[in-house]
């Protein structure tokens, strides 16, 4: 599955954005999806998962409260609500696939990982 996030940009500290990742390819619907970001000079981290049903959430203590992942399978579509975001969550974010699950996800799982898009918070 070929993945591809957009919906970056700059926000004021306090304010909210929603990022898109749009997937090709067939059976997207039975993958894991997972929204990862990387802070300027800083490795990757996984922040949210959700698996195929979306009935399985996973949430990183930075996000949690404040993100929400959500799926349309009929869209390929996996969204990144994003609220009352901060300085600290200036990152590029990146969408990707794993064809399991586990709680909690593992980061080695997901292969398949779509080009990021940069966010970034002002204060």
């Known amino acids: 599955v070929q993945l591809q996030a957009s919906g970056g940009g700059l926000v004021q500290a306090g304010g909210s954005l929603r990022l898109s990742c749009i997937a090709s390819?067939?059976?997207?619907?039975?993958?894991?999806v997972g929204w990862f970001r990387r802070p300027p000079g800083k490795e990757p981290k996984l922040i949210t998962a959700m698996s195929w049903s979306g009935l399985n959430t996973y949430y990183s203590d930075s996000v949690k409260g404040r993100f929400t992942i959500s799926r349309d399978n009929d869209k390929n579509t996996v969204y990144l609500q994003m609220s009352n975001l901060i300085p600290e969550d200036t990152a590029v974010y990146y969408c990707?696939?794993?064809?399991?699950?586990?709680?909690?996800?593992?980061?080695?799982?997901?292969?398949?990982w779509g080009q990021g898009t940069l966010v970034t918070v002002s204060s």
């Open positions: 390819g067939r059976s997207f619907s039975r993958y894991t």
């Open positions: 990707a696939a794993s064809d399991g699950w586990r709680q909690p996800p593992g980061e080695g799982d997901f292969g398949s």
